[in-house]
């Protein structure tokens, strides 16, 4: 069974940081492509950035140079580290891994269905 779980998300100021975690059960889709997507309040659900097996990884315009995408296989793990905080980044936060039927699928930032499995999310808020 295939499970994942969101943490470490919070409230801070503009210019703070926060590392989000993504602890995970993937079974048979331990080395799919895996990433991290978000929505605020009565908008679409975004890609925020993501990575493969490989460590290659992708990240929409608006979060590059402030955002990092991380896994640790061996520990499970997955993991956004998230600094220069502005308050257009809050949102709910969700981690997902890209499957399709039975195996790894392409996972397309721009196209939230890519992600066959979503945690439960975790609140940013950032606000003065």
């Known amino acids: 069974q295939v499970q994942l779980a969101e943490s470490g998300g919070g409230s801070v100021q503009p210019g703070g940081s926060l590392r989000l975690s993504c602890s995970t059960s993937l079974g048979p889709y331990s080395r799919c492509q895996m990433g991290w997507f978000r929505q605020a309040p009565g908008k679409n659900r975004e890609g925020v950035a993501s990575i493969d097996r490989d460590g290659k990884t992708t990240y929409t315009d608006s979060v590059k140079g402030r955002f990092s995408i991380s896994r640790d296989s061996a520990q499970n793990m997955l993991y956004l580290q998230m600094n220069s905080l502005k308050p257009e980044d809050s949102a709910m936060y969700y981690c997902?891994?890209?499957?399709?039927?039975?195996?790894?699928?392409?996972?397309?930032?721009?196209?939230?269905?890519?992600?066959?499995?979503w945690g439960q999310g975790t609140q940013v808020s950032v606000s003065s």
């Open positions: 997902g891994v890209a499957r399709k039927y039975l195996a790894c699928a392409v996972l397309d930032l721009r196209d939230s269905t890519s992600v066959g499995h």
